[in-house]
Structures are given as C-alpha cells and as structure tokens.
C-alpha cells in the first residue's frame, strides 16, 4: 500500500469518448504528478501540481486537461484520444517538488483506446 | 540533452548476485533515483544517491559516479519475487523533474 490510489484500474475508451481518470493521496504531500509509460519507453513526466498550482505542462496535447481540486486529488481528463494515447497512466506524489523528494507512485490506469 | 541508458532485459538465477547499470548525460546533474516496478503494479522507491559511493539497504545496493555519469544497483541473494523491471531516474538541477530510463526486466530462474 503506497498511499496514492488510483481508479479506474483498467479503461477502453472509444476516439469520440470523454473520460476521467482518478488519483488521491493520503501522505499529507503538496506536489502530484501524471506521467505516461508506454511500452518499451521511458516514463514521461505530463503534468507537476505544486500546492494545488500546476507548474509544469510538458508539451502534452490540449486532449489531456488536469485539475487539481485540492492538494490530496487530481484528475486527468481525456477527450477524443488516439490510439496512440493507449498507455499506463502513472500518478505520484511527493512532499514538494523540488529537491530529494521522494516520490510515490499509485498503480496506475492502463488505457486502451480503440 | 539528456538521457538515461540501462540494459533492456537480465536474467539471473535464485540466490545469485545481479548488478544493473545506468549511464546518464544531463546539463544538470541533483540525485539519481532507483525504483522496483512489479508487472502491473506501481514502481516502488528503493534507493537515492546524490554524492559518490555505495548507498546500501540490505540486500540492495546503489552505487553513483557523477564524474563518470554512471551508477549501478546491487541485488545479493537473488529471490524470484525480484523478478520485476528496475528504473533508473535522474533528477535533473535545473527543472528539478526526474528523467527515467527505460527500465531493465530482470528475470529470476530457480
């Protein structure tokens, strides 16, 4: 148990779809993350919330929009994916953003777009 | 730039001794970060260097080299439920994010 839950676990969504995805804390952190883990690639840092404010946004399309409610949730919504966009969707957490703050990982969304 | 390189796939056998290596090149170099990832399940923090050495946690151990951009992680007395993919993550000085590699699939025969 890492503290950071995630749902759904799995999601198939259509191109034309709207969904969201889920992350909540419960570590007490001020900074969450999203990231992306694609096969055979490296992990890609999507979204940084600190303190609620999002201080990063690295180059994802405008099909991917966070909301940070409050410093324990954040969401990912999704509208009109490609197929591409099928991946492991990774949120995390950490006491701050900045340096050695180790981070703890939920255990994802695996999303399939048809 | 930046990038992180470690083998795609190891294989070991139970009991045995396994070293997983990471080279690095980034403009700004402020700790490396290894963590577990079990199939299908969150990766899981096991180690954090920031200056040279051997950083050693019980069967695990990581080792850093900043003037070499390189840094290894150490599992002793193998057991299959280590059979998982090992990253290796970079925080890098000057955007504070942490770049990771592509993880190393180590696989644990009895």
Partial sequence: ?114 | GQNIDQPTEMTATEGAIVQINCTYQTSGFNGLFWYQQHAGEAPTFLSYNVLDGLEEKGRFSSFLSRSKGYSYLLLKELQMKDSASYLCAVRDRNTDKLIFGTGTRLQVFP
């Fill in chain 1, 1 to 114: 148990e890492t503290g950071v839950t995630q749902t759904p676990r799995h999601l198939v969504m259509g191109m034309t779809n709207k969904k969201s995805l889920k992350c909540e804390q419960h570590l007490g952190h001020n900074a969450m993350y999203w990231y992306k883990q694609s096969a055979k690639k490296p992990l890609e840092l999507m979204f940084v919330y600190s303190l609620e404010e999002r201080v990063e946004n690295n180059s994802v399309p405008s099909r991917f929009s966070p909301e940070c409610p409050n410093s324990s949730h954040l969401f990912l919504h999704l509208h009109t994916l490609q197929p591409e966009d099928s991946a492991l969707y990774l949120c995390a957490s950490s006491e701050g953003s900045g340096e050695y703050n180790e981070q703890f990982f939920g255990p994802g969304t695996r999303l399939t777009v048809l």
